[in-house]
């Protein structure tokens, strides 16, 4: 879930936030949530220096009762959240460049002047950060790039359970819970590719350690999680045995 913030100085219109935004969350099923709507600055940044999560801020310029603005407010925030999203709600585009001298990165500049459109910049404006935040996910994932059947496919590496020996030869197979991609390539290979999260247990398998339930030394097999079985060779029962 990734906190809001809002930050205006007149009530109707900090009301107005609030409730177009409650509600953009809602119909658009976004993983957000308003946690704070306040007039003070001050209490904002107070409320920021107990979280340590990725941060929304909707954020007026102008606090005529504070000793701050909104672009000096920025400044304070971006020293508690470097990545979080700034948005910037005002009557004044004259305003805009000063967000460029306070090298705020601020991700929109909204203008408050006519409500039906407010609404709408608010709603792209999370819209983009649903989508930024999504391509972040990935980014961050650890990929597997393979060709298979002319095309390069990429899987994320936590979603595989296994590889194995095809009956072609020289090739092997990757299994996630619903995928077979058969490929050009041997087991040892990618045991050099692959990170220690991977053990070779048997001559045809090569198996994701997270993915393993239990195993049988009996019938010398691995019980994945997915209810799956792999063999396991007579020289690897005692190492797995130990790990598991």
Known sequence: ???????????????????????????????FKVVLATKSPEELLQCLKNQRTKG??????EFPKESINGFELGKEIRKLDSRGFLIYITTHNEL???TFSYQLEALDYILKDNPARLKQHLKKALLTIQNLLGNESLEEREMFTVESA??????????????????????VALITSDQYIEFHGNLTQLEERLSSGFIRTHQSYLVNRSKIQNVDKKRRIILLKNGGTCLVSRNKIKELKQLF
Request: net charge negative; aromatic share 12%; with cysteine.
């Open 1 to 31: 879930m990734v906190p809001i913030y809002i930050c205006e100085d007149q009530p109707e219109i900090l009301n107005q936030l609030e409730e177009s935004i409650r509600n953009i969350i809602m119909i658009e099923e976004f993983d």
């Open 56 to 61: 929304i801020y909707f954020l007026d310029i």
């Open 96 to 98: 805009l460049p000063e």
């Open 150 to 171: 002319s095309r390069i496919l990429h899987v994320p590496v936590d979603t595989i359970e296994y590889f194995e020996t095809s009956y072609k030869k020289h090739n």
